[in-house]
């Protein structure tokens, strides 16, 4: 007979411990412990039953992994913790003893470190810290708009984090990554595509922040901690891989006059600039030291500097040579694209040179950081006073004759730039800076008259909305969908998930887009291959009570739907269809001068190669979905008349939302209408 089990040795009861118990196992305070956990990533668990590992009691308590907090156990900032303590003990007892020398001291040599290690841990490729950027660069844009406050941070910690988000969306910025952007109320959402990877963060709005006194930020801080180790390495990766020198430079000039993304000055690796600074550097500290105490090794680097800078003067030579003959032999390929038309359409391969050929005149009112960043990202040009396009130019006002477009956001027109001194005789185009985001989210320039000062602009659509087959798709989307196929565009602007389609021919230019049908499956075997998203309705875990549910019938009623709802639409056409047939027959008889009657004999007795009709076509497309519905197993047949019942469910809804809208547009055109009548009545009025 074996020996009988201890409780509390085995099963659940050793595999989770609770917070109390892991404290007094760390020797560490319940604030440190938070903080550790947040750095190296371990996070509470929820234990299947909490009976069985709380010995019975069901109060509220935090279970964590034993494994997590024995892993805990060895690392090394636990040292750092505790020599920390001790400081703080120590200046305590200093500051009580009014001894400002030795706490002044203390002070000075502050145990430090940093998380470089955790970083390494956490993420052992790249592309694992690039899924993981999106909550870090949200934080640091946060922060970087705070004031300074003891619950904040000071000004070296927000300033930080306003320099790692520059950086980034520099980065961004002149590598032309971004792919989608939203304005929303909590902030602007940006997306961009880096090493394959989507990355999604939100910015809010630059106005002046009240630091709310109920939000305990202790938590926000150990997050902090960690996100900006994480984004200074991710940086300094991105930079070294596009061979540009990090951490970027700064122009203080531009900065102080409010440019905040366009301060920042990116240089390629390796450039005599670059080079010649570090003689600088090195001429100065030479002459700082004495002659006897020079390093000879540094005398040697010294030396060898003038042949270093010889040939990298040799090197740009010859790319300037061969960019210039390049450029030579592009210039004939070259093609304007400051109008969007038909004969040249944008497509998704320049897309990230959408605004190549414009330059926009920001207004005072506009959010600049948001727009330079995004115009600049498209291949723009952005300029105010005193500033093009991250450069300062000293007398640059509206009347400069490179803009193209001014963005306003105000009721009208300012009159400086109504009254600007120009060579040009036209008008200028005044948008509202909606105009920007709409065309980088529907990739192709807009047109102009609806994003006027001065006019109602339209719903501002959200990108990362992807339409499926029988949803309701909003009227502005069907609109900007007709504006790129009128124009010939050929990207990214379907709103439905479909196949891309063939280009079409010059006959089929004005016919309307069709709905895609849904694809059958004819694998029996392959039961993954139908997408389980699709169905509305189904439960995880079916039973077998689904079987009294008759899959056959529900099949048949849908094919016979289908069936009844093309003969009823494609009867009047093949009426149509016969009366021109009829006629064509009379002209063709008139032609070879003999009678219909006997034209009409030659031409039924002669075999007839017309293609078949529309209907047998649409006849042969149903005989072949009823087949392969007959050859799916009893599972997928059910599945797909879910799906099919789901694909209904929708578009009715999507009908009823249809209604309600023309319900509503029918409301507001009498409201319009009426606007008019009654200012007119008043100026007949006072004229009197």
């Not at 670059?274 to 001429?283: A, G, H, R």
């Not at 990739?443 to 339409?467: A, Q």
Request: charged share 30%; aromatic share 8%.
């Amino acid at each position: 007979m074996g020996k009988l089990k201890k409780a509390g040795k085995e099963g659940s009861a050793i595999k989770y411990i609770n917070r109390n118990r892991a404290i007094k196992r760390l020797q560490i305070s319940l604030a440190n412990f938070r903080r550790l956990c947040i750095l190296k990533g371990v996070y509470p668990v929820e234990p299947k039953n909490r009976k069985k590992v709380n010995k019975g009691s069901t109060a509220p308590t935090t279970f964590y992994y034993t494994k997590d907090i024995q892993y805990l156990m060895h690392e090394p900032l636990l040292l750092k913790f505790r020599e920390d303590k001790i400081f703080k003990r120590r200046l305590n007892h200093a500051q009580s003893k009014r001894d400002h020398t030795k706490a002044a001291g203390l002070k000075r040599n502050r145990p430090k470190y940093n998380l470089d290690h955790l970083i390494l841990e956490r993420y052992p490729t790249f592309i694992d810290a690039i899924r993981d950027i999106d909550d870090a660069l949200s934080l640091l844009s946060l922060f970087s708009i705070m004031p300074s406050s003891q619950k904040t941070g000071g000004n070296g910690v927000l300033s930080q984090c306003k320099r790692l988000t520059l950086e980034f969306m520099n980065y961004v910025m002149t590598t032309n990554k971004l792919k989608k952007t939203f304005l929303s109320i909590k902030g602007i959402y940006y997306q961009a595509e880096i090493s394959g990877q989507t990355v999604t963060w939100i910015a809010p709005y630059e106005f002046s922040q009240r630091v709310p006194k109920d939000v305990d930020f202790r938590v926000m801080w150990s997050f902090l901690e960690f996100y900006r180790s994480l984004i200074g390495f991710v940086n300094c990766k991105l930079y070294k891989d596009e061979n540009l020198v990090y951490p970027p430079k700064i122009d203080y000039d531009l900065e102080n006059i409010g440019v905040t993304l366009g301060a920042i000055k990116t240089n390629k690796i390796g450039t005599l600039e670059i080079v010649q600074s570090i003689d600088n550097l090195q001429q100065d500290n030479q002459q700082q030291q004495s002659a006897s105490s020079a390093n000879p090794l540094l005398k040697s680097k010294l030396a060898s500097l003038p042949a270093k800078i010889k040939s990298i003067q040799k090197l740009q030579e010859s790319d300037s040579k061969l960019n210039d003959t390049d450029s030579f032999s592009d210039t004939d390929m070259q093609v304007d694209i400051d109008e969007p038309s038909a004969q040249n359409p944008v497509s998704e391969n320049v897309s990230s040179s959408l605004f190549n050929n414009y330059t926009f005149f920001l207004s005072r009112e506009v959010p600049k950081y948001s727009l330079e960043f995004v115009i600049r990202s498209f291949g723009g040009s952005v300029c105010w006073e005193n500033y093009f396009n991250g450069s300062k130019q000293v007398g640059l006002d509206e009347s400069d004759d490179r803009i193209n477009i001014f963005i306003v956001d105000r009721p009208s027109v300012p009159n400086n730039i109504l009254k600007r001194k120009s060579s040009r005789k036209t008008k200028p185009i005044c948008l509202q800076p909606q105009f920007i985001y709409d065309c980088v989210n529907a990739k192709l320039i807009l047109s102009f008259d609806s994003y006027t000062v001065g006019k109602k602009l339209p719903p501002h659509l959200s990108p990362f909305v992807e339409y499926k087959e029988g949803d309701y798709v909003p009227k502005q989307q069907l609109a900007i969908d007709e504006y790129a196929k009128n124009i010939g565009f050929q990207g990214e602007v379907t709103t439905l998930e479909t196949e891309p389609a063939k280009p079409a021919s010059d006959n089929s230019a004005d016919k309307p887009l069709k709905a895609p049908q849904a694809s059958v499956d004819t694998d029996d075997d392959d039961d993954s291959e139908i997408d389980e998203s699709e169905v509305e309705g189904m439960s995880a875990d079916e039973d077998d009570s689904d079987d009294d549910l008759d899959a056959d019938s529900e099949v048949e009623e849908l094919v016979s739907k289908s069936k009844s709802a093309t003969n009823s639409t494609e009867s009047d056409d093949d009426e149509d269809a016969a009366v021109d047939n009829s006629y064509q027959d009379e002209l063709e008889a008139e032609f070879e001068g003999s009678s219909f009657s006997s034209f009409k004999k030659r031409k039924t007795s002669t075999p007839s190669t017309k293609a078949p009709s529309k209907q047998k076509l649409i006849d042969i497309e149903n005989e072949k979905k009823a087949m392969a519905m007959t050859m799916m197993t009893k599972k997928n047949r059910k599945l797909y008349a879910r799906m099919q019942n789901g694909i209904q469910n929708r578009k009715r809804e999507a009908e009823k939302l249809n209604e309600r809208r023309i319900e509503a547009e029918k409301k507001e055109s009498p409201k319009q209408n009426a606007t008019p009548n009654t200012r007119s009545k008043k100026k007949s009025t006072s004229a009197k």
